[in-house]
């Protein structure tokens, strides 16, 4: 898949549209334009239609689910953590909390470093103020701060041992 820039790049090429040329016809500066085609800054899916509708061009998104590549260790927690998520209500997160704070005074006892202190925060922020939708994304997320936030997790023990087991099981 080609980055918004390279698709920027492709089409200015195909048309033979200089970066003063598109600036003139879009009214967006040339320096933004540069700035775009270098990757310095990102360039939403809209500004990409817009600049490729002055060069006779649309940007067709296509949308298709992809398995997550996470590594057995990745996945084996993602498991775990989004069976926990099935309980994760405002009510169960008042039951757990002890726990959960047991668990993250515990965790920054034995941990130091970056991310890992960071995360801990995170944690603490999340629970703390009660952010069940927050939690839930962290639990259930496959971008890379949700799978390392899973990393140092202060959950365990909140799945029953045969709960556990089964999804381990499932996991393979």
Same mark, same amino acid.
């Given at each position: ?46 500004? *990409? %239609? @817009?600049?490729? #509708?002055?060069? $006779? ?8 689910? &992809?398995?997550?590549? =996470? ?48 995360? *801990? %925060? @995170?944690?603490? #922020?999340?629970? $703390? ?8 994304? &962290?639990?259930?997320? =496959? ?30």
């Amino acid at each position: 898949m080609s980055s918004r820039s390279e698709v920027l790049r492709q089409v200015m090429l195909e048309t033979s549209t200089t970066q003063s040329d598109l600036s003139r016809v879009s009214g967006i500066r040339q320096s933004s334009i540069s700035q775009f085609l270098s990757g310095k800054v990102n360039l939403s899916d809209e500004q *990409l %239609d @817009r600049l490729l #509708s002055c060069m $006779g061009y649309r940007l067709e998104v296509v949308r298709r689910p &992809v398995v997550a590549e =996470l590594t057995r260790s990745e996945r084996r927690s993602w498991r775990l953590h989004r069976q926990l998520s099935t309980h994760l209500t405002r009510s169960s997160l008042e039951e757990w909390r002890p726990r959960i704070e047991r668990n993250l005074r515990r965790l920054r006892e034995n941990v130091s470093g970056q991310p890992h202190v960071r995360n *801990l %925060d @995170r944690w603490q #922020s999340l629970v $703390g103020s009660g952010d069940v939708p927050g939690l839930h994304r &962290v639990l259930t997320g =496959l971008d890379r701060d949700s799978i390392e936030m899973r990393e140092i997790s202060p959950m365990g023990g909140l799945l029953s041992q045969d709960e556990r087991s089964d999804v381990l099981r499932m996991a393979g």
